[in-house]
């Protein structure tokens, strides 16, 4: 690997804005300078530089995966550090530089060790970096479980909050909660203070539960419009609650399947763009090809997102994150807008203020892909994967 990199003649989607003839200069695993093809010309270099000429491809900052249970039959759910860490070696085949592994509610002696093997794996990765765990549960709503099992959640227990922040060690970044459940304040505030973003997600919260939600600082929803109580004309619910409040976030899944395309183009013209987040919410099978796929201990099937084959319920998507941008500039917003999605705005709402952005002193996580969206790099902390393969 070179010391120094400089990328040019590439149209750049910094985050959240667009420049065209662009260079970008890299530095051991640190973003250096971003400018115009006029300048790199004229610009005087080290002989030691190494210059990729990306003939008008697009360069973006690495995609940044916020919910993420597995993909090519590796998952949070196999609850062993080889899992995680092969998570990590495959996600940059898509354009992944960086993800939050997300377990699912389990009993406590299976969310412990699904937590350990995150924390095993954290800091021996070959491919995308580990950010920290997202935990789906196990406080969340009996009434809007999606596939996730009764036997595995629980009611609000601070001593067990307690237990799972002692274990996480500062490594849990997120966390999705039903807001109306009794004790969440309490909870909410414990959380606030070991800085852990709670989510209101698998929740049947009415809309002044979600408001007074908001106020002990749960700001972000998890997969918008799934496994949540409904909007109505007379009680919006935790959907309309995000339409009604700009400062919301929320993550959306751009499948096509978990939210209609015409439904993501409306909410794109009633919230700020950045207050969008795109996730794939991508399941152990995902590029999988085995007869038989599993999923949390259940048997799944592929049809445009998996379902659960006991009851043909939407277990999760098949989705990867350059799809998912792909998708979105399929059903109508500009790249610039699905790239921000992807990338600067789960970097701000999960507060890594050093990624998501394509501009000196950031991280040098990048991903590169033509007018059809085929992958041709990824940048990670400076190492180049051609067309995200390790070598």
């Known amino acids: 690997m070179s010391i120094e990199t400089c990328f040019h003649n590439a149209t750049l989607y910094t985050g959240c804005s667009t420049m ?38 697009y360069i973006a900052p690495g995609f940044i995966d916020t919910h993420i249970h597995g993909i090519g039959g590796f998952g949070t759910d196999d609850m062993n550090e080889d899992s995680i860490l092969k998570m990590s070696e495959i996600l940059p085949r898509y354009g992944v530089t960086s993800f939050i592994p997300t377990l699912y ?48 959640i629980s ?65 972000h929803v998890t997969h918008l419009f799934n496994a949540m109580s409904r909007m109505h004309h007379r009680d919006p619910g935790v959907v309309g609650a995000v339409f009604i409040h700009p400062e919301l976030s929320c993550e959306i899944i751009a499948d096509g399947v978990h939210i209609n395309p015409e439904i993501i183009k409306f909410l794109f013209n009633c919230k700020p763009t950045d207050k969008v987040v795109l996730v794939t919410d991508s399941l152990k099978p995902t590029k999988q090809r085995a007869r038989h796929l599993y999923a949390n201990g259940e048997e799944v099937y592929f049809d ?49 203020d050093h990624l998501g952005f394509v501009a000196p002193g950031y991280d040098a996580d990048l991903v590169v892909f033509d007018k059809n969206f085929k992958l041709l790099k990824t940048v990670i902390k400076g190492e180049i994967f051609e067309k995200g393969i390790i070598k």
């Open 105 to 152: 509610s389990a009993p406590k002696g299976n969310l412990f060790r699904a937590m350990i093997s995150v924390l095993k794996a954290m800091g021996h990765e070959r491919g995308a970096k580990i950010l920290g765990m997202h935990l789906e549960g196990p406080f969340i709503s009996p009434e809007r479980l999606g596939v996730q099992s009764l036997a595995s």
């Open 155 to 219: 009611a609000v227990d601070l001593e067990y909050m307690k237990e799972i922040i002692s274990l996480g060690g500062g490594n849990i970044v997120n966390m999705t909660v039903a807001p109306e459940l009794k004790g969440m304040r309490e909870l909410a505030l414990m959380c606030i203070d070991q800085g852990i973003i709670l989510q209101a997600g698998h929740t049947n919260a009415n809309y002044q539960q979600m408001v007074e939600a908001m106020q002990a600082r749960i700001m």
């Open 20 to 57: 065209r003839n662009c260079a970008v200069h890299i530095k051991h695993h640190k973003i250096i300078d971003v400018f115009n093809e006029t300048r790199f010309k004229q610009k005087q270099f080290n002989d030691y530089v190494e210059f990729i000429d990306l003939k008008g491809a």
């Open 304 to 352: 445009k997102c998996f379902m659960r084959k006991s009851d043909n319920v939407i277990a999760g998507s098949g989705l990867t994150m350059i799809e998912g941008v792909k998708n979105l500039v399929d059903f109508g917003l500009d790249i610039e807008q699905a790239v921000q999605t992807a990338s600067y705005n789960p970097a701000m709402i999960m507060k890594q």
